[in-house]
């Protein structure tokens, strides 16, 4: 025969004791990420025609809080429209800690012919190993643009 019984079952008081990051060393576009990570960035085309969109990914990936913080932006050309970016996270959460990626993709449509490089982007961390701020650089993207926007709508 079973039985039902109400319970009250505590674990004993614990104290966390939380260590604030040190501001020495803090690098001016540290936006609070803490822990391990790569970071990337990367052009769906390097060579295409005027008016014809490509995509620009700016992803982080490894072992820390990725939910906590702001991927940093891409400084691009006044000549390209850039669109708002689609967020996008493949991130898990075990015993260990939260691990994963997370990355923003623009959509950019340029409006004439040129060379346009896109500078490289920094990602600046706190690394839990070392207790030390690290900044990543990306490469610079150089990305041609070949044709004229003015036949691609007026079909000359």
Not at 38 to 53: P, V, W
Not at 114 to 125: D, E, H, L, T, W
Not at 126 to 142: A, G, H, Q
């Amino acid at each position: 025969m079973t039985s039902t019984a109400n319970r009250t079952v505590t674990a004993g008081k614990r104290t966390i004791n939380v260590k604030p990051l040190p501001t020495e060393g803090k690098p001016i576009d540290f936006s609070g990420a803490v822990g391990r990570f790569d970071f990337n960035i990367k052009s769906n085309k390097n060579t295409l025609e005027a008016t014809e969109a490509f995509d620009v990914t700016i992803e982080v990936s490894g072992k820390g809080n990725l939910k906590l913080f702001e991927l940093p932006k891409p400084n691009l050309p006044g000549a390209l429209e850039v669109y708002e970016p689609e967020h996008s996270e493949k991130v898990s959460t075990k015993l260990s800690g939260m691990q994963g990626r997370i990355s923003d993709r623009y959509t950019v449509v340029p409006n004439a012919q040129g060379q346009y490089p896109i500078p490289s982007v920094a990602f600046s961390y706190f690394d839990l190993t070392s207790k030390t701020y690290k900044t990543l650089n990306s490469k610079e993207l150089i990305i041609s643009v070949t044709g004229d926007s003015r036949q691609n709508f007026e079909g000359t």
